[in-house]
């Protein structure tokens, strides 16, 4: 009978220890326990610790509620200015009620997954090309939002959502790159004009002080032959002012305008002073026996008004020059005149030849 007893005692005391390994769970901190009696939410989710459950009753079902990190796979799409790109996410989640999230929704996870994309692909085609590039602040903000929204229903808050990277084509990652330089060349272009600018100011002030002062032009031309003579090179400077330029500018302005009209005067014939001029520098040329005689009749007892015939006393005789007034204005002619009996005509006093 003891015996029987004994055996009873031991054969409890097993199932005991068989029911309580069985009912017994533990939940870790950064879980929640959802307990399912007989297919029935029987309570609120059970916090960390040790609990106890129905065995083959109740069914538990643990939730981490730790921040999931989901990478959202590389959506194509066209932008709102109608440039196709590749955009990849990445989704922080947690779950806020472990009921909901395991009664209302078969698997979160997915459901999240897949509410991400389908955000993604909308997100991309309300933006353009530039605020994907340059504003992700604000799409990002906009894509938690559209995310959050279904996901409140299942338990599930949306921490933070990121966009990971933007892919373009190679034609656009070209024409970006043309119309960077050509932005960079325009600012290059803007500085430089602004230092010649300035430049230009600075110079005309220290021209408007130089100007004042005359030395310091002279002073500022040694320093630059002094600057130029400090390196060692084969270089020889040799200072020319501008003001000889100017003169020898003139001077050959000059020179041209006295050469053109000495040939429009030789172009046009009756020019008094140019034709004499011509003709003094023919009788120049021509030398002194070579000129012409000419035989004027003269009466030696006729008087010639204005005309004065020195040392003539004696007809016959020659005379040795004789400078008649009134052909003077052919300067470097000289003209011999004289009184010579001409060949058979001795007998006739008064009768002379003037050369």
């Known amino acids: 009978m003891v015996e029987e007893l004994v055996a009873t005692g031991v054969a409890l005391a097993s199932a005991g220890a068989v029911y309580a390994a069985a009912a017994a769970r533990v939940i870790k901190q950064y879980e929640r326990g959802v307990v399912l009696r007989l297919g029935r939410l029987t309570s609120p989710a059970r916090g960390p610790g040790f609990t106890m459950i129905i065995p083959f009753v109740d069914r538990m079902r643990r939730v981490n509620m730790q921040i999931v990190t989901m990478p959202v796979p590389a959506q194509e799409g066209i932008t709102h200015d109608n440039v196709t790109v590749r955009v990849d996410a990445v989704v922080y989640f947690k779950v806020v009620d472990a009921a909901d999230a395991v009664v209302q929704v078969e698997d979160y996870r997915f459901a999240v997954s897949q509410v991400a994309q389908t955000s993604l692909r909308s997100i991309i085609g309300k933006s353009d090309l530039d605020d994907l590039l340059s504003n992700r602040e604000k799409l990002n903000q906009g894509l938690e939002v559209m995310i959050d929204s279904p996901a409140l229903g299942w338990g599930v808050q949306i921490d933070r959502v990121e966009i990971k990277d933007v892919s373009l084509p190679e034609t656009m990652k070209r024409s970006m790159a043309r119309q960077a330089e050509a932005a960079r060349d325009r600012r290059a272009r803007v500085i430089n004009a602004d230092a010649e600018l300035q430049a230009s100011k600075k110079l005309a002030e220290a021209a408007q002080q130089m100007s004042d002062q005359p030395a310091a032009l002279q002073l500022r031309l040694l320093q630059t032959v002094v600057a130029v003579a400090a390196e060692k090179n084969s270089t020889l400077v040799l200072p020319f002012p501008v003001e000889l330029l100017r003169f020898l500018e003139r001077s050959g302005l000059q020179a041209q305008a006295q050469t053109e009209a000495y040939e429009r005067t030789r172009e046009e014939p009756g020019s008094g002073p140019v034709e004499a001029h011509q003709e003094d520098i023919r009788h120049e040329d021509v030398r002194h026996e070579d000129v012409r005689r000419e035989e004027v009749a003269l009466d030696a007892s006729e008087e010639l008004p204005g005309i004065d015939l020195p040392g003539v006393d004696v007809p016959g005789v020659e005379i040795p020059e004789v400078e008649v007034p009134g052909i ?28």
Do not use: H, L, V
């Open 328 to 355: 003077e204005g052919k300067p470097g002619i000289e003209r011999k005149s004289g009184i010579e009996g001409k060949p058979g005509a001795e007998g006739k006093p008064g009768d002379g030849t003037a050369r």
